[in-house]
């Protein structure tokens, strides 16, 4: 009995899977409903611009991934970031000030007040929680680092990583090292200083530290590579409308160019949403539910990309970008300084700022026609980077149902997923509602579900 796997969605976790499985001799078949691979992984180049809709860089928080862009033949395409990049910035005051590199950097830095510094150096003699309870990331960090430290600093790493709200994101379940981090060591501070070197001698890097890159020609170089190397392996407009067990195998039933077709498989992976995982019909001996999984919150965001003349801008741009706290007012959630983080992407004398708007601070605001994001975008710009003039250039991109959100309880879905697993030998389910909301996450998550599968095929023999 030949091996063959199943993969639903062509975002980056399922090609990743797909492509890892092919190369080790095991025939795939990724089915993908919309018309193109990648997911929210989107680059577009007009007018001498490059705009990134989706991600903007891959974070090289694990060896697997540098290993992924090698087997793909992609080193030579790699881009790694302009030096002068590594400053980030966070508005505070209604201006964007750069966060301290250092602990020197730290103290004598104008974005925190010295009664938030004191807090900070308070922090390794607070005692740790000892009792169990699930915090929300607002509460852990309220209770170590103070209000100041939340509302300035973790509250805009929320919205630009999840575009999430800190009082109801949950620690274990988002920022899990962090709750690690004062069960291990008491405090965050010591465990920045040992955690260092136990991450060292596992490979594995800290993603504030993670090298940072792209590809020549934007972020979407990947998933076309992946899908030019899987080939005709990748079915688009492939709707799977359901899956059933049969015996040790697995029927998968999809819709493409108007009919119904059935196919066999030894495995299912579903790499789609957690969302569209709930409206599937999955059937099982042992009888499984996915309709919970339609209560994980999905905020709608928004990409506006502007391109500008140079001499339009005061501020230097030259850094990654800038976040921005809820408490100082604006309706943007961050930006990025994208042609200063990468070459060529804009034209000679002018820059590219990809923005975001929305997120579960502003879901309202993702919504807008594009005439008016671009409008709101502007005028923030105009105060936080001193923009004058009109843009050269402007993209805009909604994702209605964008990030999903840990949230407090999120822990629950993920036993679901786990239990699931168990009662369902060859189904596996992976990707960003289960193994983090990053693109480096959706990588690793992918190389990992790969691994299971093989083992999993292994133990059914050929």
């Not at 389910?429 to 992918?446: E, N, P």
Request: charged share 20%; proline share 6%.
């Amino acid at each position: 009995m030949s091996h063959s796997v199943a993969i639903i969605g062509a975002g980056i976790t399922g090609l990743t899977a797909g492509f890892s499985l092919k190369r080790a001799g095991i025939p795939v078949t990724v089915y993908e409903s919309g018309n193109r691979v990648g997911g929210v992984i989107r680059s577009f180049r007009s007018e001498g611009y490059l705009a990134e809709f989706g991600p903007n860089t891959i974070l090289e928080t694990s060896p697997r991934i540098a290993q992924l862009v090698a087997d793909a033949g992609l080193t030579a395409r790699r881009v790694d970031p302009d030096p002068r990049s590594e400053a980030r910035y966070v508005v505070r005051y209604k201006r964007p000030i750069a966060m301290p590199g250092s602990p020197l950097g730290f103290f004598t830095t104008n974005l925190f007040t010295v009664k938030a510094k004191l807090a900070v150096l308070r922090e390794p003699f607070v005692p740790a929680r000892r009792d169990g309870k699930e915090e929300s990331v607002a509460e852990f960090v309220q209770r170590r680092l103070g209000q100041e430290f939340l509302d300035h600093a973790i509250d805009p790493l929320v919205a630009g990583v999840y575009a999430g709200d800190p009082y109801k994101l949950s620690v274990p379940q988002a920022f899990p090292k962090l709750g690690q981090l004062e069960a291990r060591y008491g405090s965050l501070i010591k465990g920045q200083i040992f955690g260092a070197r136990e991450r060292k001698k596992r490979g594995e890097v800290a993603k504030d530290r993670a090298p940072k890159f792209s590809f020549d020609a934007g972020l979407q170089v990947l998933p076309d590579t992946l899908h030019e190397r899987l080939g005709e392996d990748v079915r688009l407009g492939a709707t799977v409308t359901r899956v059933a067990q049969a015996g040790s195998r697995w029927s998968v039933e999809f819709q493409q160019n108007g009919s119904q077709t059935r196919a066999e498989h030894t495995a299912v992976l579903y790499a789609g949403t957690a969302y569209k995982l709930a409206e599937l019909s999955v059937e099982t001996a042992a009888g499984v539910s996915f309709s919970s999984f339609s209560e994980i919150r999905y905020p709608p965001v928004a990409s506006v990309v502007l391109g500008f003349r140079r001499q339009d801008v005061a501020h230097p741009c030259e850094g990654f970008g800038m976040l921005i706290p809820r408490i100082e007012g604006f309706k943007l959630l961050g930006t990025i300084f994208s042609s200063s983080l990468f070459p060529n992407r804009a034209p000679e004398g002018h820059l590219t700022l990809t923005s975001y708007v929305g997120g579960e601070r502003y879901p309202e605001l993702a919504l807008l026609p594009a005439d008016q994001l671009v409008a709101l975008t502007c005028a923030d710009l105009r105060v936080l980077l001193g923009v004058t003039g009109q843009p050269t250039f402007e993209h805009t991109v909604l994702y209605p149902r964008a990030i999903p959100q840990y949230n407090l309880g999120y822990g629950k879905y993920r036993d679901q997923m786990a239990a699931i697993e168990a009662k369902a030998p060859g189904l596996f389910l992976a990707g960003h509602y289960r193994d983090g909301v990053s693109l480096s996450d959706s990588i690793v998550s992918g190389c990992n579900v790969a691994d299971r599968v093989k083992r999993y095929c292994d133990t059914l023999g050929s």
